[in-house]
């Protein structure tokens, strides 16, 4: 993919996003139906969908961000302790590198994240 279709892309990325959190919830192996969308060796973009108890164990994250498809309910364990997380459909959200963290949907709702992950 040479530079201009990645300018052209980056900002359909983002408007698509609308986009990562908390991590976007975050992108790996173990996420519940994590759907890569897009990715090269600068940036990757994916689908995250976690039903009602998934739990996508702890991990860390470079830079992301997100934007929430469906939302609902999540907890998250991180440096900073345990906290529930309402999260409306539509939000969008940026992170800085996340050195840890484990998110479970705790909702009655599954969550649905489109992400961005900066390499």
């Known amino acids: 993919m040479n530079l201009s279709s990645k300018i052209a892309l980056a900002p359909v990325s983002v408007a698509a996003l609308g986009l990562l959190a908390a991590p976007f919830p975050a992108i790996a192996d173990d996420v519940p139906d994590a759907l890569s969308v897009f990715e090269d060796a600068e940036v990757r973009v994916a689908r995250c969908t976690f039903p009602p108890g998934a739990t996508h164990v702890c991990h860390s ?25 309402d999260i409306a459909t539509g939000t969008f959200g940026d992170s ?4 840890w963290h484990e998110v ?16």
Do not use: C, H, I, W
């Not at 800085?96 to 050195?99: A, F, K, S």
């Not at 479970?104 to 390499?119: A, P, Y």
């Open 61 to 85: 994250n470079p830079s992301y961000m997100f934007y929430a498809l469906s939302g609902g309910k999540e907890e998250v364990q991180d440096e900073k302790g345990t906290r529930t997380v």
């Open 96 to 99: 800085p590198p996340v050195p």
């Open 104 to 119: 479970t949907n705790v909702g009655e709702t599954t969550l649905q994240f489109l992400g961005r992950v900066f390499s």
